[in-house]
């Protein structure tokens, strides 16, 4: 029974990884720290953790290289510990195989949330097969029937709509990057301009929220991407 979740914290800034690893370790995780790129890969391999932590500015190598490496031969779940302004940096963590970010400075519920997330999906991601249901809320989505529902009052979505709205509820709780959405609904080939999606996002959000400019379901991550609401547990 006394199998703790492992997470790995690489981040050269010592007081951080000190406050990660009180704090984890008062949550039952074991947390080890590494303070440098090629320290953090070894202790990956070496670890198989269940969640990695991942500051981005290392004194040997920049962090997106690291998350390449690490993907080389493991599939865990990396979660960026990113500066405020950084956005087209958290963009290339995530389309380079990071899960999630982080942003400094956090408080403790952030990052227990985030470690939890990145958990749950490694988790499900594997075992989730159709004939799940999302529910958040009042939202429920039926995969099987391809069914929305609010408050049990059908929304009619369009085929594109629909295609968006379930893939991130099917990543809910994660933040999906423009690039990887517009991958996923219009293919390789398409245009990588965000009008099209933004479009789209709109009409979504008029059909589904009370508020669109303050959405409940969806959020958007300015600059980055955008964020479907955790499933109630
Ligand atoms: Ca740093």
Not at 132 to 150: A, H, N
Not at 173 to 181: A, C, E
Not at 184 to 193: C, E, T, V
Request: aromatic content about 6%; some cysteine.
């Amino acid at each position: 029974m006394n199998h703790k979740l492992t997470v790995v914290i690489i981040e050269d800034e010592k007081n951080i990884c000190a406050f990660i690893e009180t704090t984890l370790a008062n949550h039952d995780y074991k947390a080890i720290s590494a303070y440098t790129a090629k320290d953090g890969i070894s202790c990956i391999a070496s670890n198989c953790p269940d969640v990695v932590l991942l500051d981005l500015g290392l004194p040997d190598m920049d962090g997106i290289q690291v998350i390449r490496e690490v993907r080389e031969f493991s599939s865990v779940p990396i979660l960026v510990i990113s500066a405020r302004t950084e956005e087209s940096e958290k963009v290339n963590a995530l389309d380079a195989g990071a899960d999630d970010y982080i942003t400094k400075p956090f408080g403790t519920s952030e990052l227990l949330a985030r470690i939890r997330t990145a958990l749950r999906h490694s988790q499900t991601s594997s075992s989730r097969g159709s004939g799940s249901v999302y529910r958040s809320g009042d939202l429920e989505i039926d995969f099987d029937k391809r069914l929305v529902t609010i408050g049990g009052q059908e929304i009619h979505l369009t085929q594109i709509e629909y295609k968006l709205v379930s893939l991130l509820a099917l990543n809910a709780g994660r933040v999906l990057t423009y690039d990887f959405i517009i991958n996923h609904i219009w293919g390789p080939y398409a245009d990588s301009n965000n009008q099209i999606l933004r479009v789209n996002m709109a009409h979504i959000r008029r059909k589904m929220e009370e508020n669109p400019a303050d959405p409940k379901y969806i959020s958007t991550e300015i600059g980055v991407g955008y964020r479907m609401r955790e499933p109630d547990a």
